[in-house]
């Protein structure tokens, strides 16, 4: 079965920073790419970002590019986002998505609350 659990959010002032994990398990990690998604209150999914399955390519959002880097640890199997200068507008759940065989996997999320 194949599951993801994010963990790492929390409420950070802005300008501040966090780093979220995914651990990943049920599917040979190291052959998906991985990706992180995005819910703001009362908003659609955004995607954030991708990297490929050895880590050797990443994707971000415009919006994002400069401030959220993803990577991951495949011997962990572990994806992860770190999060720099932090604005309110980020302010979301967070989850991190696979798709494996052709059917896409969601953890649960971990919500990241930007605020003063």
């Known amino acids: 079965e194949v599951q993801l659990v994010e963990s790492g959010g929390g409420l950070v002032q802005p300008g501040g920073s966090l780093r979220l994990s995914c651990a990943a398990s049920g599917f040979s990690f190291v052959d998906y790419a991985m990706s992180w998604v995005r819910q703001a209150p009362g908003k659609g999914l955004e995607w954030v970002s991708t990297?490929?399955?050895?880590?050797?390519?990443?994707f971000s959002a415009e919006s994002m590019k400069g401030r959220f880097t993803i990577s991951r640890d495949n011997a962990k199997n572990t994806v992860y986002l770190q999060m720099n200068s932090l604005k309110s507008e980020d302010t979301a759940v967070y989850y991190c998505?696979?798709?494996?065989?052709?059917?896409?996997?969601w953890g649960k999320g971990t919500l990241v609350t930007v605020s003063s």
């Open positions: 990297v490929a399955y050895d880590g050797g390519s990443t």
């Open positions: 998505n696979a798709e494996v065989s052709k059917r896409y996997y």
